[in-house]
């Protein structure tokens, strides 16, 4: 995994967030207590004199694990951030994961409706799959939350006004370039509080964190981010090897995806 030059990662995060911050008065973030969205808000923090300047949505089901919810709660009283919790119930759909997949985009749906919202600050990275390779720093969906992945508008931010449904709204992506060493090296040169989980115990760590019903942890020996970062360099194991989710064919990913999963 070749490692980026993190300032310049960090002036275009900070341009995007920014500019999406400059142009919607209704904008949100979505937060999953992960190391992706954490780097995000740190970032935002910086951009905007130490105040993350929107609310944080996390979809919750219930069932994530109990350090989750501790370091929710700790970092947004620590840092003063709002967040929003959607509640997603836990029942069948297309994935065949119950915990997430499309429940988890019916309560977004629900949430933005509410508030409002015309943008969405969404901490995904090109390198984490296949079908988020797809993506463009801003995307928009339409009332439906359906996503047009062959039918993108060019990367201009004056072009997103004639392309967005006037009910739908715009998926801002400020990590895009971003890969999995580049935010542990953020993390470890800015101080960014990090999830616990990710840190080995009894011989396994969590690299990639969903709920409890869908998230298994991997065998790791890494109690640092150096020792992580080292671990990273070597290894040969995808990244969401234990995001069951991720193990579905890739079909349902896409589909999931184009309806307006995370």
Known sequence: MIRQNINELEEKSIYIIREAKSRFDKMAALWSMGKDSTAMLAIARKAFLGKVPFPVIHIDNGIDFPESYKFRDELADKWGVE?????????????GYSCCGSNKTVALKKVLADYGFEALIVSIRRDEHAVRAKERYISPRDRDFKWDYKDQPAEVWNS?????DRKGHLR???????????????????????????????GYRYRSLGCTHCTVPIKSSAKSIDSIIKELESTKVEERAGREQDKEKAYIMEKLRSLGYM
């Open 160 to 164: 997103y006004s004639s392309k967005l």
């Open 83 to 95: 967040v929003i919790v959607a509640k997603s119930k836990i029942k069948p759909e297309i994935s």
């Open 172 to 202: 801002v992506h400020p990590l895009l370039d971003w890969n999995e060493i580049d935010i542990w090296s953020y993390i470890k040169k800015n101080n960014v509080p990090i999830n616990p989980l990710y840190y080995s115990n009894n």
